[in-house]
């Protein structure tokens, strides 16, 4: 089991900038493939960024490239996403997924949190 806890979701004007966290227990973290995936509500999960075991492959949304990085710290069991330049289209509860392939499948990730919620005002 690995267990995932986000944080560092809130509101922010248009054109700012927030870094989520996204702290992992249980297995070892370094063995899986770390993804972000956001929500709006009435709309399904997409995927947002991922980031291989190494931290040295990274994938994004186009919506949200150039805009949004993902990096991690194995030694601290922690997954990051960056985001500059909001947009109110970027409003979604926000949640970090681990899995043992890349894909950008939410169905194919084994483990969840429980999500943070971003909101931006225009």
């Known amino acids: 089991q690995v267990q995932l806890v986000e944080s560092g979701g809130g509101l922010v004007q248009a054109g700012g900038s927030l870094r989520l966290s996204c702290v992992a227990s249980?297995?070892?973290?370094?063995?899986?493939?770390m993804a972000w995936f956001r929500q709006a509500p009435g709309k399904e999960r997409k995927f947002v960024g991922g980031i291989d075991w190494s931290g040295r492959t990274t994938d994004y949304a186009d919506s949200v490239k150039g805009r949004f990085t993902i990096s991690r710290d194995n030694a601290k069991n922690t997954v990051y996403l960056r985001m500059s330049n909001l947009k109110p289209e970027d409003t979604a509860v926000y949640s970090c997924?681990?899995?043992?392939?890349?894909?950008?499948?939410?169905?194919?990730?084994?483990?969840w949190g429980q999500g943070t919620q971003v909101t931006v005002s225009s």
């Open positions: 997924a681990a899995g043992t392939i890349f894909t950008t499948s939410p169905t194919t990730y084994d483990y």
């Open positions: 249980g297995r070892t973290f370094s063995n899986y493939y």
